[in-house]
C-alpha cells in the first residue's frame, strides 16, 4: 500500500507540473495556433487531474468539452480570423515590441502577490470540512437517483440545471444574431476524414446514450452525453454533412429549445400539484429524471454544434 | 499537505498565470484562451476544496457545479470568439487599442 501511495504522490507532482507547464506554455508561445494545440493538451490532462480528485463525472465532461470542442471552436474561430484579415498576425506582432518591460514585470510581482495570499487563505482552511456532503447523503433515496452528483443537478438544485440551459440558448441566440448566416461547408473530399466520420458518428450517438443511462447508477449524465452529441455534430458538419434547408428551419430550432421547454413545463407542473418548484414525487423522481434528461441531451448536443457553427445555419445548394 | 491541497494551490497557480496572460498579451484569441484557464483553475480549486470531507467520497455539489461551470464556459467561449470576429470585422484588428484616435 505504501508503495502504491508514494507512487501515487510523484504522479501527483509530475501531473501538477506537467498542467502548470502547459498553461505557461498557452500563454508564451507566440504562435496562436501552437497556443490553441497546447490548449487542447492541457484540457487532456485536466481530465486526469479530475480522476485524481475523484470527480469521474468532471472528468468526462472536460474531456468532451475542455479537450475538445473549445478547441475545435478556437481552431475555427483561428481560421475564420485569417481569412478576414491575413496581415493581422504581423500587426500583433509589431505592437508586442512597444510593450516596456515594467508593463509585464509589475502585473508579474502583483500576481506573485496574489498566489501568495490565495495560497495562505487556503492553506489557513480547515483539513477536514464536510460541506453539504451530509445533507446529500440523507436526500439521496428520496431523490430517484443512484449517483449523487445527477441527484444534485437534476433534483436538489434542479433549477441550477433549468437556467444553464436557458444560458446555453441565450449563447446561441447571441451568436446567431452576431453571425449572420453561415453555409454548412461543403462535402469534404477527405477520405480518411469520410471514413472517419462514418465509423465513429455512430459510436458517438451509442456513448451518448450509455452516459445518458447510466447517469442515474454512476458517472455520466445529461451534461456528459450532450457533449458526447455535440462532438459528433461537429464531425458531420467538418466532413461536410448535408441538411436540407427545410430541417433547419423549425425542427432544428424546436431541438434547441426541447431542453429548457422541457424543463420549464415540468417545473410549472409540478409547482401546481407539489406546490414547489421541481419538487418531483419520490415514487416518479426517476422517469421524471430521465425525461428531462433526455431532452436535455438532445438540446446540449445540438447547441454546441450549432456553436461550432458559428451562425444561423443555411444549406448549401447541392447540384 | 495531502494531494487535494497540492491541487488547490495548482488552482490558485492556474489562475494566476491565466490573469497574467490576460493583461499582458495584446491578441484577443489568446485572451480568450486565458480566461479558460481562470476558469479551469477556479473549478480545480473548488473541487479540491469539496474532497476535504471525512467520508469515503468527495462533496458532489462542487462537482455538479463545476460540471455546470464547463458547459457555460464553453458557451461563453463560443460568444466571445464570434465578438472577436466582428471585432476584427470592423476594426480590422484583433488587438483592443486604447484611445479611439488608435483605431485604423
Known amino acids: 500500500m505504501e508503495a502504491l501511495d508514494f507512487a501515487l504522490g510523484l504522479f501527483d507532482i509530475l501531473l501538477v507540473f506537467l498542467v502548470l507547464s502547459l498553461a505557461w506554455l498557452v500563454m508564451s508561445s507566440e504562435d496562436l495556433f501552437r497556443a490553441i494545440v497546447l490548449f487542447v493538451a492541457f484540457g487532456l490532462l485536466m481530465a486526469l487531474v479530475w480522476v485524481r480528485l475523484e470527480a469521474p463525472d468532471i472528468a468526462l465532461a472536460e474531456a468532451a468539452i475542455g479537450a475538445g470542442l473549445t478547441g475545435a471552436l478556437m481552431m475555427a474561430a483561428l481560421d475564420r480570423l485569417s481569412s478576414v484579415k491575413p496581415i493581422q498576425k504581423v500587426a500583433a506582432s509589431a505592437q508586442r515590441k512597444q510593450l516596456s518591460l515594467s508593463s509585464k514585470v509589475l502585473p508579474l510581482i502583483a500576481l506573485v502577490l496574489i498566489v501568495l495570499g490565495l495560497g495562505y487563505a487556503l492553506l489557513s482552511l480547515p483539513e477536514i470540512a464536510d460541506g453539504l456532503t451530509p445533507n446529500v447523503k440523507e436526500n439521496m433515496a428520496q431523490s430517484g437517483v443512484k449517483n449523487p452528483v445527477t441527484a444534485v443537478l437534476l433534483n436538489f438544485r434542479g433549477y441550477d440545471t433549468l437556467l444553464e440551459m436557458v444560458v446555453l440558448l441565450l449563447a446561441l441566440l447571441s451568436v446567431w444574431s452576431l453571425g449572420g448566416e453561415r453555409k454548412l461547408s461543403p462535402r469534404s473530399t477527405n477520405p480518411i476524414l469520410g471514413s472517419l466520420c462514418r465509423v465513429l458518428v455512430p459510436v458517438l450517438i451509442l456513448v451518448s446514450c450509455y452516459l445518458l443511462w447510466v447517469g442515474a447508477d454512476a458517472p455520466g449524465g445529461a451534461f456528459q452525453a450532450g457533449s458526447v452529441l455535440g462532438a459528433a455534430g461537429v464531425l458531420l458538419l467538418l466532413s461536410g454533412w448535408h441538411v436540407e434547408q427545410k430541417y433547419l428551419l423549425w425542427p432544428l430550432r424546436f431541438i434547441l429549445i426541447l431542453g429548457s421547454g422541457v424543463f420549464i413545463i415540468m417545473a410549472a407542473v409540478l409547482l401546481l400539484i407539489q406546490g414547489g418548484l421541481l419538487t418531483y414525487p419520490v415514487a416518479q423522481a426517476g422517469w421524471m429524471i430521465l425525461l428531462l434528461e433526455s431532452a436535455a441531451t438532445l438540446s446540449i448536443g445540438a447547441t454546441l454544434a450549432a456553436l461550432f457553427l458559428g451562425g444561423v445555419p443555411k444549406s448549401r445548394v447541392d447540384q | ?104
Not at chain 2, 26 to 45: D, Q, T, V
Not at chain 2, 57 to 69: E, K, N, Q, R, S
Open chain 2, 1 to 104: 499537505m495531502n494531494s487535494p491541497m497540492i491541487y488547490a494551490l495548482l488552482g490558485i497557480t492556474l489562475f494566476s498565470v491565466g490573469l497574467y496572460g490576460l493583461i499582458v498579451r495584446e491578441h484577443l484569441l489568446r485572451k480568450i484562451l486565458a480566461l479558460n484557464i481562470m476558469g479551469s483553475g477556479i473549478f480545480l480549486m473548488l473541487v479540491a476544496l469539496g474532497k476535504r470531507s471525512a467520508g469515503e467520497l468527495p462533496d458532489p455539489v462542487p462537482h455538479a457545479m463545476v460540471i455546470t461551470g464547463i458547459v457555460v464556459a464553453v458557451s461563453a467561449t463560443a460568444l466571445a470568439l464570434t465578438l472577436m470576429l466582428k471585432l476584427v470585422e470592423a476594426s480590422g484588428s484583433a488587438v483592443l487599442h486604447d484611445a479611439p484616435k488608435d483605431r485604423s
